[in-house]
């Protein structure tokens, strides 16, 4: 443990007996010293992408520029735009996962469209990144379907699927999965053949803004919120985050999903293996 400080007051309505409340600050102290972290992390990382911006117009002004250079600089000016407007959108997801209730468990969605987008999503991001793109491949074992928020169960699983084609080189392989478990949970899992992740660095990775290498996180868009928001959607759902890695060899993170049902199907499902 920590050392214990209390705080001690009288009791205002303790009327003639005296009576002496305690209490254990340290907690308060923590979250208190948390929150400014997290203003000062916000702070930094708005300020830099603007610093850029103010550098940007500048030269605009002040420059004798042609209009090749002028696109440029435009364009240029419009990604420090794109990437304060993520990082603000990622806030605000947070925040909002902070502080409403946790999502009905009444409401069923299905694992195969969650997935389909997923798919969408990590073609056309890796296809951006990479050249030769990646070895992406999608398989569904059961067609389930998980109790809960579909916009946030989307948002955790297109997460875990982009940083593993952002950490990872193109023409890796990726290979994205759900399976149900023997105890009958359903399991979400994203498996990268990328750098892999120190074990020290593992038990911190949700962590908002905690990144191993801030670089390569800038430089494909990523805001240091994504594991962050990850492990909000997962505790809302009652879910489990398991996070294996080893250097060199790549990572694998699975989300357990505990409320799931076998999709009582109608029709018969097309086939998700492209
Ligand atoms: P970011 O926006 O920086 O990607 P995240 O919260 O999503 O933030 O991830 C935190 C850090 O964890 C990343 O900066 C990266 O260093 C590391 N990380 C996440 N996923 C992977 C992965 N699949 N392989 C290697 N490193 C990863």
């Not at 303790?14 to 254990?24: C, Q, S």
């Not at 925040?95 to 009905?104: D, F, H, N």
Request: proline share 5%.
């Amino acid at each position: 443990g920590h050392p214990v400080r209390l705080s001690v007051q009288v009791h205002p309505y303790a009327g003639n007996r005296r009576m002496l409340l305690t209490r254990d600050i340290t907690s308060l102290e923590q979250a208190e010293a948390m929150r400014r972290d997290f203003v000062a992390n916000v702070s930094h990382e708005i300020r830099t992408p603007l610093t850029v911006l103010a550098g940007f117009v500048e030269t605009l002004q002040t420059l004798p520029l042609d209009a090749e250079e002028r696109s440029r600089y435009l364009q240029l000016m419009g990604q420090q735009s794109h990437r304060m407007e993520t990082l603000v959108n990622d806030l605000l997801t947070l925040s909002r996962l902070e502080g409403s209730a946790a999502p009905p468990v009444n409401r069923w969605t299905r694992v195969r469209a969650l997935m389909a987008q997923c798919e969408d999503e990590g073609r056309g991001l890796s296809s951006r990144l990479a050249a030769q793109g990646h070895k992406l491949s999608f398989a569904l074992e059961a067609d389930s379907e998980i109790a809960g928020a579909a916009t946030e169960l989307q948002s955790a699983m297109s997460n875990l699927l982009s940083n593993a084609i952002r950490y990872t080189p193109g023409g890796s392989e990726v290979a994205v999965s759900w399976r149900l478990l023997p105890d009958g949970r359903g399991e979400y899992a994203v498996r990268d053949s990328g750098p892999g992740i120190a074990a020290e660095h593992i038990p911190r990775l949700t962590e908002r803004f905690y990144r191993i290498d801030r670089s390569r996180s800038r430089e494909t868009g990523g805001t240091g919120l994504g594991l962050a928001i990850v492990k909000h959607v997962a505790q809302r759902h009652g879910a489990e985050l398991r996070i294996e890695s080893t250097v060199g060899k790549g990572s694998r993170f699975a989300l357990v999903f505990p409320v799931t049902r076998l999709r009582q199907a109608a029709v018969p499902a097309p086939s998700l293996e492209k």
